[in-house]
């Protein structure tokens, strides 16, 4: 199957600066990836979708300037966590959709990231 | 609105015995599902899906599904259950037209006993 990597695996960082993550399909061209976020012992939640080229679509409720998202190429988009805070702490999970097969995603590994 | 009702948030079965775990969706034409395993602090695999065709789909690890749209349910079974399918299972659905969106259930925590 397709393979999804994600950059990095974990960070840890100080209140007030701001993360950069990577997801990256390896093998195929991602037409769309999807940022979800995931608490303990819960589901995900969908944050924002990326298209290549063009501007994220960011769900309700979630902040487009906290969580700047850029799909620059149809293989790399990354999430970017400005002025981060302890409430930011989160497991952060990609996925890559090639709009070839509805609807098949492909996950990252995931992000944790503590905020301290 | 779609959506996805897992019931079970933690179910427990004993390694050898068999396992369903339940899920229903809600949505208005032929659902696109799928089930996903999560181990913990790892992304999400998919175990199987349904498009369209035969209701009942084989997926990886030996789990299989059943589509029952007169129930809008979309069941997990595994006929034996081992210690490493211990995981978090998360049922979805697609969310409409050709955008990749999917919509998940809350989870079913799977322990197994030895």
């Known amino acids: 199957g397709a393979v999804v990597s994600q950059h990095p695996s974990w960070v840890i960082c100080k209140s007030g600066t701001s993360v950069k993550i990577e997801c990256r399909s390896l093998?195929?061209?991602?037409?769309?990836m999807f940022w979800y976020r995931q608490f303990p012992k819960q589901s995900l939640m969908l944050m924002a979708t990326s298209n290549e080229g063009s501007k994220a679509t960011y769900e309700q409720g979630v902040e487009k300037d906290k969580f700047l998202i850029n799909h620059a190429s149809l293989t790399l988009s990354t999430l970017t966590v400005t002025s981060a805070h302890p409430e930011d702490s989160s497991f952060y999970i990609c996925s890559a959709f090639s709009g070839r097969r509805s609807y098949e995603q492909y996950f990252g590994p995931g992000t944790r990231l503590t905020v301290t | 609105a779609q959506s996805v009702t897992q019931p079970d948030i933690h179910i427990t079965v004993s390694e050898g015995a068999s396992l369903e775990l339940r899920c229903n969706y809600s949505?208005?034409?032929?659902?696109?599902l799928f089930w996903y395993v999560q181990s913990p602090g790892q992304g999400l695999q998919l175990l199987l899906k349904y498009f369209s065709g035969d209701t009942l789909v084989q997926g990886i690890k030996g789990f299989e599904a059943e589509f029952k749209r007169s129930q809008s349910s979309f069941n997990l079974r595994k006929p034996s259950v081992h210690w490493s399918d211990a995981a978090e299972y998360f049922c979805a659905v697609g969310a409409g037209s050709n955008t990749g969106k999917l919509i998940f259930g809350q989870g079913t925590t799977l322990q197994v006993k030895p």
């Open positions: 093998d195929f061209q991602a037409t769309t």
């Open positions: 949505y208005g034409a032929t659902p696109y």
